[in-house]
């Protein structure tokens, strides 16, 4: 059989034992092996690659037992050996991320754990960017000094760097990250990326980070004068931007810095641009009334785009209106982030229906610069009418287009498996009722 042992440095305990004394191979990650109670007559295998040690070894006529760090059931192997068709007992130990904290004397129930290995780098910088908490498992090209580069000085952190936890070089490290892109590194485990104003955090009832808000598209008074995207059109960009955890948005030239915001709640880092001095002071009061973290560039973005951080989604506002609409589209969209939402506005809306016409052309312009670069794109003219304004009072209807990037088609071309559709009989009804 295949048993699992997660080590971290305590006593095994004595299934893990049990399971150590009676196996013909044991494979582990270098340094996990020393002193461990095994019969002379086993063969021992010490690798970083635990799945290529397994390779043509048959667990069914011999005890085969594999030693991890902490638990394999977390960010572990247990995943990937369950899909390659093992059934393993698993015997684990704390996790590396329990230890970290307890080694920095810090809760950790509300903490966000993220892994930056494996191709996700920027996912994990952006977690760090928008939550206070974080723990990052790191990696070969992803460790402390990878993401303190891509954090300095735009996000004020302190790092807690963990290297061979519970192992004969364990050190624990607390650095700034400017501090961290110098320092030599020797096999680190993981690093707390820690906010020092909000790193003890609040009391919760549920692990990781906070739920997302219990209500978005908040009303425009929500957000001072309300010079942003009225609540209706505000639903409809949010919908279609997506924002999430591990997401780097712009929100460009909203008016208010209220897509911003509303995305940040959602858990993406953020990034407000717009070139009016008065409207990112209006932006900033807005960001702290929220509570929510945005950070505030300043400048065109069609001159600024090179200097920000890469977007995953991008918003283009109203603030661009007439030919400079289109051109703010077309440089965001070369950065090829994977959703565009951008609102068509005019330069001169003196006449409704010059208006009208000018917001179509400039809608045509964007689709057009989203085309040019690879999306799939579409676009829809918004009108609401509050039933308390009257039929002579609508909203002025609002054009607003996106484009997303290796869109999904939804429906059969996903499958052209069909399954029957199945009558559950009734339930059976109990005796005396």
Not at 23 to 36: F, M, N, S, T, Y
Not at 75 to 91: C, K, S, T, W, Y
Not at 108 to 128: E, K, P
Not at 408 to 421: D, F, K, L
Request: with cysteine.
């Amino acid at each position: 059989m295949l048993t699992v042992v997660g080590r971290n440095g305590s006593p095994l305990s004595e299934a893990a034992r049990a399971a150590l004394e009676g196996a013909a191979l044991v494979v582990g990650e270098p340094g996990r092996l020393d002193g461990l109670p095994m019969v002379p007559e086993a063969r021992k295998v010490a690798t970083g690659d635990l799945a290529e040690a397994l390779q043509g070894v048959d667990v069914t006529d011999q005890n085969v037992v594999l030693v991890v760090d902490g638990d394999p059931g977390y960010f572990g192997i247990l995943r990937m050996l369950l899909e390659q068709g093992h059934a393993p007992d698993v015997l684990p130990s704390a996790p590396m991320v329990a230890r970290a904290f307890a080694q920095a004397g810090l809760p950790w129930d509300d903490a966000l754990i993220v892994s930056a290995r494996d191709g996700h780098l920027r996912q994990a910088v952006n977690a760090c960017r928008a939550h206070p908490k974080v723990a990052v498992l790191t990696g070969p090209g992803a460790g402390p000094a990878e993401l303190a580069r891509a954090l300095f000085p735009v996000t004020p952190r302190s790092f807690v760097v963990c290297e061979d936890l519970d192992g004969p070089g364990e050190r624990v490290v607390y650095v700034r990250p400017a501090e961290a892109t110098t320092r030599p590194w020797s096999d680190p485990d993981v690093v707390l990326v820690l906010d020092n104003r909000h790193a003890l955090g609040e009391p919760t009832w549920i692990s990781g980070a906070a739920p997302g808000p219990a209500g978005w598209a908040l009303p425009s008074d929500a957000f001072g004068d309300g010079a942003g995207p009225r609540p209706d059109v505000r639903a409809f960009v949010l919908a279609r931007l997506g924002p999430r955890v591990g997401d780097m948005v712009w929100d460009v030239e909203s008016g208010d810095g209220s897509v911003g915001v509303e995305c940040a709640r959602f858990g993406a880092a953020v990034v407000a641009v717009d070139r009016d001095y008065a409207t990112c002071e209006r932006i900033r009061e807005n960001v702290r009334l929220h509570g929510v973290k945005v950070a505030m560039a300043s400048g065109d973005v069609r001159s600024t785009a090179g200097h920000l951080p890469e977007p995953d989604a991008v918003f283009v506002g109203p603030g661009f209106a007439g030919p400079a609409g289109p051109d703010a589209v077309r440089t965001c969209a070369a950065l090829r982030p994977s959703r565009l939402v951008a609102i068509a506005a005019s330069a001169s809306p003196q006449a409704a229906s010059a208006s009208a016409q000018d917001d179509a052309e400039t809608a045509q312009e964007m689709m057009d610069a989203l085309a040019e670069h690879g999306f799939t794109a579409e676009a829809v003219q918004l009108r609401a009418t509050p039933l308390d304004a009257g039929p002579e009072q609508p909203d002025d209807p609002v054009i607003v287009v996106w484009g997303e990037r290796d869109a999904r088609t939804w429906g059969r071309h996903a499958s052209q498996t069909i399954r029957r559709i199945e009558t559950i009989p009734a339930l059976p009804v109990e005796s005396g009722e």
